[in-house]
């Protein structure tokens, strides 16, 4: 089976422009987080979404938004670039129910650079 | 919020020397994870301990939950340079519906 794939792997923007990330969860996994892992840093959380709605927001501003689709996989939208955005974005999925511990299975990264 | 404080943040050692890496918090988990990644990859999960006082083996790395649950310690004995990553320890509430909450990585380096 595959892992979590997650597209583009690296991409550069300029201040101002928006990005969106995408990420396919392993096949039969309902839940879908986002991180941001600045370097040097351990991953922050950003969104958790499981059966297509929204169960956890982190601490980020309104510029940050991300969606699920019916297949479960994901995008999150960046808008309004700001060089402080330049970071590696982290999906990842969950086999467990909401609400039960388990390992989270992380995708390679999308790595954005804002210039 | 919860928050885990992992020291130390960088340790560079020679292949064969044994190292403790810690993971605090003043919250109580309901789980404790610990990952390790790779340059250019995710983390992957090495071991989750649960129960507190626990303690899990894995070859050469032996992790422990501490009995309050607000703790952890990864140690390594014999370091080779295979086991050259960013170690971060994760930790699980107990509303089912809190995110899993990262600590900033312990950056090991073990040089041959």
Same mark, same amino acid.
């Given at each position: 089976?595959? #892992? ?5 792997? %690296?991409? =550069? ?8 990330? &995408?990420?396919?969860?392993?096949? #039969? %996994? ?9 370097? !040097?840093?351990? @991953?922050?959380? =950003? ?28 995008? $999150? ?5 700001? $060089?402080? +955005?330049?970071? $590696? ?9 909401? !609400?039960?511990? #388990?390992?989270?299975? /992380? #995708? ?8 | ?11 560079? =050692? ?14 109580? /988990? ?12 995710? @983390? ?5 301990? *649960? ?8 070859? &050469?790395?032996? /992790?422990?939950?501490? +009995?309050?649950?607000? +703790?952890?310690?990864? %140690? =390594? ?10 170690? $971060? ?17 312990? &950056?090991?380096? *073990?040089?041959?």
């Amino acid at each position: 089976d595959a #892992g979590v794939t997650q597209s583009p792997t %690296h991409l =550069i923007k300029t201040r101002g422009q928006q990005v969106t990330l &995408r990420c396919s969860p392993i096949s #039969g %996994h309902k839940s879908v987080s986002w991180y941001q892992q600045v370097l !040097g840093q351990g @991953p922050q959380f =950003i969104f958790q979404y499981y059966e297509k709605e929204e169960r956890g927001r982190g601490n980020f501003p309104d510029r940050f938004s991300a969606r699920q689709f019916p297949n479960y996989s994901s995008e $999150l939208n960046v808008n309004a670039l700001l $060089l402080g +955005d330049s970071a $590696l974005y982290l999906c990842a999925s969950r086999k467990t129910p909401w !609400g039960r511990t #388990g390992e989270l299975f /992380f #995708g390679e990264g999308s790595r954005l650079t804002v210039l | 919020t919860q928050l885990l404080e992992q020291s130390p943040q960088f340790l560079s =050692i020679q292949e064969g020397e044994n190292l403790t890496v810690y993971c605090n918090s003043s919250s109580v /988990f309901s789980s404790l994870q610990w990952y390790r990644q790779e340059p250019g990859e995710g @983390p992957v999960l090495l071991v989750t301990v *649960v129960t507190g006082g626990e303690v899990k083996k894995l070859k &050469r790395l032996t /992790f422990q939950f501490g +009995d309050a649950r607000k +703790d952890s310690s990864l %140690h =390594i004995t014999a370091a080779q340079p295979g086991d050259t990553g960013l170690y $971060l320890c994760a930790g699980d509430g107990f509303a089912g519906n809190t995110p899993l909450v990262f600590g900033k990585g312990t &950056r090991l380096s *073990v040089i041959a």
